[in-house]
């Protein structure tokens, strides 16, 4: 096992059955051997970002979430260009320096509007980065919000198998559409994240091991990571969820593979373990992602079941996870926490 983390951290990458390997490692040296490389880049510093939930409305059918336009259990809200900007008054004065505006594929709001908010936001917040995480949209649009303001985005490639990926979307969404979004944000100038869930429905070791090779290629500024959770008015209702151990090893093997890499230990990791998202960061996680949405918007925006965080406030999301992380020896740092190129 020394051998394969010794290798991969020196050269980067490894074999596919190599990959294998390390990703059913059951020993936490891997673990150690990540948070050390973690620390070596970003001491005991945590970036934190706040999240804002804007809309649950979506477009799209993906299987797996909660959110999906065939689900009508969903009660359905927008945010209001005011509320987005209160939840941004109170983030800031929290110390949040990155504001994510996360929401379902909403047609609603226009190229128009969504630029507006941006240049609002960072006219009002000068020294904030802006996360958007929006779901695909064409160039133009992404330039359009880039001009605007806007410093990231977050798309998840989901799996990196065609074949998989026709498993969890209907028909009219693809792998290819999905990785054009990807390199066009990249060429745009985005600072980029992609990721993964972990135990998706009909998920194999080798999808996985396609995902550490497609994140080889694209070279993205961040990487979001997290278990399944199956959602109980989803077609995958009766699916298990994914694998603690195997989402913390995708983890560790992604901060080995990258040490500047932005790795959240994200909110679906503390649905399945109390404790899940310390043990992120101490697999080589260095980000997390409170929420900032408003309470009554929280309850419906469940991608999955037994979300954690939905009765909260900002304020209490800000003290418990600046206190999780003291316990393990981290600390919030109050700063956009961009990425640094090696
Ligand atoms: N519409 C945006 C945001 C999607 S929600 C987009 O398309 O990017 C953010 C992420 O939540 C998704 O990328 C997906 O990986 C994750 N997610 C959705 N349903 C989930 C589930 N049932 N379990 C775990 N993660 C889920």
Request: glycine share 8%; net charge negative; proline share 4%.
């Amino acid at each position: 096992m020394k051998k394969l983390i010794d290798k991969l951290e020196a050269e980067k990458n490894l074999e596919r059955e190599e990959f294998k390997m390390l990703l059913t490692c059951e020993d936490d040296y891997l673990h150690e051997r990540a948070r050390a490389v973690r620390e070596s880049f970003f001491g005991n510093q945590i970036y934190m970002r706040g999240l804002i939930e804007f809309t649950n409305y979506c477009k799209n059918d993906c299987y797996y979430c909660g959110l999906r336009c065939g689900n009508s259990d969903v009660v359905r809200y927008r945010l209001t260009f005011e509320q987005i900007l209160e939840c941004c008054a109170e983030g800031h004065e929290l110390g949040f320096r990155t504001f994510v505006l996360q929401g379902g594929e909403d047609p609603y709001y226009t190229d128009d509007m969504l630029a507006d908010l941006c240049s609002t936001i960072k006219a009002t917040y000068p020294d904030c980065a802006i996360t958007l995480s929006l779901g695909e949209r064409s160039y133009d649009s992404y330039k359009r919000l880039f001009d605007a303001g806007a410093d990231r985005y977050l798309l998840r490639q989901e799996t990196s198998s065609d074949e998989h990926y026709a498993m969890l979307h209907p028909p009219e969404m693809t792998l290819s559409a999905r990785k054009k979004c990807l390199w066009d944000l990249k060429e745009i100038g985005y600072q980029v994240g992609c990721g993964f869930m972990v135990g998706s429905p009909g998920q194999t070791l080798d999808h996985l091991v396609d995902d550490l090779f497609f994140i080889k290629e694209l070279d993205p500024a961040m990487v979001g990571i997290g278990p399944f959770i199956p959602h109980k008015s989803s077609p995958y209702a009766e699916e298990k969820q994914g694998d603690l151990r195997l989402t913390l090893n995708c983890l560790a093997i992604l901060r080995l593979m990258k040490p500047n890499l932005l790795l959240p230990a994200t909110t679906a990791l503390g649905t399945i373990e109390e404790t899940g998202r310390e043990m992120g960061v101490l697999a080589g996680g260095n980000v997390v992602m409170p929420n900032l949405s408003p309470l009554d918007a929280r309850e419906k925006y469940m991608l999955y079941d037994n979300k954690i965080c939905t009765d909260d406030g900002a304020r209490k999301c800000r003290g418990c996870i600046a206190r999780r992380m003291k316990k393990i020896g981290c600390e919030i740092a109050v700063t956009r926490g961009d990425y640094v190129h090696v």
